[in-house]
């Protein structure tokens, strides 16, 4: 008899994500208090959907030659990630300019990325999923303003730690 083919379920990532930072870090990225997340500057609605939060890096190759082989075998080699952040800014509003005025240049801090969060729940909670990163902020630059479109900025975040994957907040 023919199985019938499974599909698993998937899960949307629109509205899904939430980004906070901590300025000075946390105790431990691996196991991120419910208090601490709680208590982080939540920047995600100021984060643009497109380009808002883009990770990326790569891993050298080591070349691992044999003299009784013909062929290069490879080993992986070091990485490097990198972290570019792009948000809207409000110079006429303080309290509607959060981003801008938290990831101030040469400000050291955790930022945490929440997974699978409802659209609606901006509390966290502990089993929430997340991964974090120590960064730098680095220099902030006024994207240049074109038709129909909001004014940001786009910034380097240079990584100072080992990027955590994968955990969830505990309680205390």
Same mark, same amino acid.
């Given at each position: 008899?023919?199985?019938?083919?499974?599909?698993?379920?998937?899960?949307?990532?629109?509205?899904?994500?939430?980004?906070?930072?901590? &300025?000075?870090?946390?105790?431990?990225?691996?196991?991120?208090?419910?208090?601490?997340?709680?208590?982080?500057?939540?920047?995600? $609605? #100021?984060?643009?959907?497109?380009?808002?939060? &883009? %990770? =990326? =890096? &790569?891993?050298?190759?080591?070349?691992?030659?044999? #003299? $009784?082989?013909?062929?290069?075998?490879?080993?992986?080699?070091?990485?490097?990630?990198?972290? %570019?952040?792009? #948000?809207?800014?409000?110079?006429? &509003?303080?309290?509607?300019?959060?981003?801008?005025?938290?990831?101030?240049?040469?400000?050291?801090?955790?930022?945490?990325?929440?997974?699978?969060?409802?659209?609606?729940?901006?509390?966290?909670?502990?089993?929430?999923? #997340?991964?974090?990163?120590?960064?730098?902020?680095?220099?902030?630059? !006024? !994207?240049?303003?074109?038709?129909?479109?909001?004014?940001?900025?786009? %910034?380097?975040?240079?990584?100072?730690?080992?990027?955590?994957?994968?955990? %969830?907040? !505990?309680?205390?």
């Amino acid at each position: 008899s023919l199985m019938a083919q499974v599909i698993p379920k998937s899960v949307k990532t629109s509205g899904t994500r939430r980004v906070v930072f901590v &300025e000075g870090g946390v105790a431990n990225k691996a196991a991120i208090t419910k208090a601490e997340a709680t208590a982080a500057e939540n920047i995600s $609605c #100021y984060l643009s959907r497109q380009g808002g939060f &883009e %990770q =990326g =890096g &790569e891993q050298q190759t080591i070349a691992d030659d044999r #003299y $009784c082989s013909s062929q290069s075998f490879e080993v992986p080699g070091s990485k490097q990630k990198t972290l %570019q952040v792009q #948000y809207v800014f409000n110079l006429g &509003e303080p309290t509607e300019d959060q981003a801008r005025l938290t990831l101030v240049e040469g400000t050291k801090g955790t930022i945490i990325r929440f997974f699978q969060k409802d659209e609606d729940d901006d509390a966290f909670d502990t089993g929430d999923w #997340y991964d974090a990163v120590d960064v730098e902020c680095g220099e902030q630059v !006024v !994207v240049e303003g074109e038709d129909n479109a909001v004014d940001k900025i786009r %910034q380097k975040l240079f990584i100072q730690s080992i990027w955590e994957p994968f955990k %969830q907040v !505990v309680a205390a």
